[in-house]
């Protein structure tokens, strides 16, 4: 039961992970959008809702292996589920937001600038901040889901 249960709350967490680290790919590559005052709150939201979804990944491993009944297995995967959900029932919850608009109005991120095409002299300290830890978070967690 731990094992199905384990993979199952995987398999709904991973969609979660990829689409936060598109949209904190797309903060720091289209940071020309958004305003000089509201570029960071931008980036530091998209990047605190990452960090809640890959906290609640490495959750889902630990609490998952170390119970020993059945009902606190499912408790478990339940308030899991509920603390993944957090970030996107705060993102609707905004009312007039340019990253809000541009996601759920279109339901994609048009790209108008990738992250090659951007000097790194022309980017700010906290976007080269932000692109650094996406780099270094995209490169571990794609390694720990590729070879485990």
């Known amino acids: 039961m731990k094992i199905v249960c384990s993979a199952a709350l995987h398999i709904m ?9 598109d949209i904190f790919k797309y903060t720091i590559n289209q940071c020309h959008l958004f305003s000089d005052d509201s570029e960071v709150l931008v980036q530091l939201m998209a990047f605190i809702s990452l960090v809640i979804n890959i906290v609640a990944e490495f959750l889902n491993i630990y609490m998952l292996t170390y119970q020993h009944n059945i009902v606190f297995v499912l408790m478990e995967v339940v308030c899991l589920e509920i603390i993944i959900e957090l970030p996107s029932i705060y993102m609707s919850s905004l009312v007039q937001d340019k990253l809000r608009d541009r996601i759920f109005a279109h339901h994609h991120l048009a790209v108008e600038k990738k992250g090659s095409e951007i000097k790194w002299k022309d980017r700010s300290l906290t976007n080269k901040m932000f692109r650094f830890l996406y780099r270094v978070i995209r490169g571990v967690y794609c390694s720990v889901i590729f070879y485990f």
């Open 13 to 21: 967490i991973c969609p979660e992970v990829a689409g936060t680290m």
